[in-house]
């Protein structure tokens, strides 16, 4: 977000707190999160053959690499999803589809928001 246009001039000393990321994180709590509520979660795994490579087999990565992990057909449609009270915390609860022996997995996920 430091480099979109609303923070992108601003730097660690011009503010309160004296850390943008701090500051970004206060605004987004003061302006943005009472007008949103969690609408749900979009989880995406792509996984990969151990066999074919050589990895660790308990190691999953979160990926930025959105282009080859983004994809319908890697999308998990079997999650469950448990928020807080007031939201302010989610926790997503999933089986892994394939054996843990012979895959481990990149995975991204996307949050859908509604306007309260």
Same mark, same amino acid.
């Given at each position: 977000? &430091?480099? =979109? +246009?609303?923070?992108?001039? *601003?730097?660690?000393?011009?503010? =309160? ?19 949103? +509520?969690?609408? =749900?979660?979009?989880? /995406? *795994? &792509? /996984? #990969?053959?151990? @066999? +074919?490579? *050589?990895?660790? @087999?308990?190691?999953? #990565?979160?990926?930025? #690499?959105?282009? %080859? *992990? /983004?994809?319908? %057909?890697? @999308?998990?449609? &079997?999650?469950?999803? %448990?928020? =807080? ?10 089986? %892994? ?6 895959? #481990?997995?990149?995975? /991204? ?5 509604? &306007?309260?």
């Amino acid at each position: 977000m &430091k480099e =979109s +246009r609303t923070f992108e001039g *601003i730097r660690s000393g011009m503010t =309160s707190k004296k850390n943008v990321d701090t500051s970004i994180r206060e605004y987004i709590e003061k302006n943005v999160l009472n007008r949103y +509520r969690f609408d =749900s979660v979009r989880l /995406y *795994i &792509k /996984y #990969n053959d151990l @066999r +074919r490579q *050589i990895a660790l @087999r308990y190691k999953n #990565n979160w990926t930025t #690499n959105v282009d %080859q *992990i /983004y994809l319908e %057909q890697n @999308r998990l449609k &079997k999650i469950e999803t %448990q928020t =807080s009270f007031d939201y302010s915390s989610l926790k997503i609860n999933f089986g %892994q589809e394939r054996t843990s022996e012979l895959y #481990n997995f990149d995975y /991204y996920y996307t949050t859908l928001w509604k &306007k309260i």
